[in-house]
């Protein structure tokens, strides 16, 4: 098992262009979680999936953003017309099924938007 | 007022020092987490707990349920555990975390 992967690593895009990241749970995992953390500050929360059923959303995924993950494997996350502000790092991470809240993370994907 | 609060904001320890990093939060919990964060940002989790107190190596992590306080304490301390150590919660009836914004740890040799 290669653990939770993420691509890209960084992306460096212009403001007002659209950017889509992907991330890849740990194979079995059926939970998958989008996390957004801005420098000096912890993660936090985007959204979540229970296989393909995206199950809760903060407040703080506007319009100009969605998330899928069609098969209840892998997800993408979009931007829509980036903005300075979204610039971040992106966290993705996965947990299994049964009992355990733990949570694996992905290296992530550094956006930055100029 | 944020959900998690944690104290210190940064830590700056000798090598061989005793670490101790507290965590405050305000909800009800299923589970609260210790987690390890490098600079590139890979997170890793050291520790669940919901109740006690867990030991890993070097490690400790406590909680008390009732005051809604836990610690976590390097022994030993060295420079490989240089990094953000952050506590999260698992708010009751939901499978997010909520985060704190993490204490800076510095072991200078």
């Known amino acids: 098992d290669t653990g939770v992967s993420q691509d890209p690593r960084h992306k460096i895009t212009k403001r007002g262009q659209n950017v889509t990241f992907r991330c890849d749970p740990i194979?079995?995992?059926?939970?998958l979680y989008w996390y957004r953390q801005t420098l000096g500050q912890g993660p936090e929360f985007l959204t979540y999936f229970q296989n393909e059923a995206q199950l809760e959303k903060s407040r703080l995924l506007s319009d100009r953003f969605s998330a899928e993950r069609p098969k209840g494997s892998f997800s993408t996350l979009e931007i829509q017309r980036t903005e300075q502000g979204d610039s971040a790092m992106y966290l993705c991470?996965?947990?299994?099924?049964?009992?355990?809240?733990?949570?694996?993370f992905g290296p992530g994907t550094r956006l930055t938007v100029t | 007022k944020n959900e998690v609060e944690q104290s210190p904001q940064n830590l700056t320890a000798q090598e061989g020092e005793f670490i101790t990093i507290n965590c405050s939060y305000s909800v009800g919990i299923s589970a609260l987490h210790w987690l390890q964060q490098h600079p590139g940002g890979g997170i890793v989790s050291l520790f669940m707990l919901s109740s006690g107190k867990k030991k890993h190596g070097r490690l400790i992590a406590t909680i008390n349920i009732q005051e809604k306080h836990s610690s976590l304490h390097i022994t030993a301390s060295h420079p490989r555990d240089s990094a953000v150590y952050i506590c999260a919660v698992s708010p009751g009836g939901s499978e997010k975390l909520v985060f704190g914004k993490g204490t800076k740890l510095t072991v200078n040799p």
């Open positions: 194979s079995e995992h059926n939970r």
């Open positions: 991470a996965s947990s299994h099924r049964t009992g355990s809240y733990e949570q694996y």
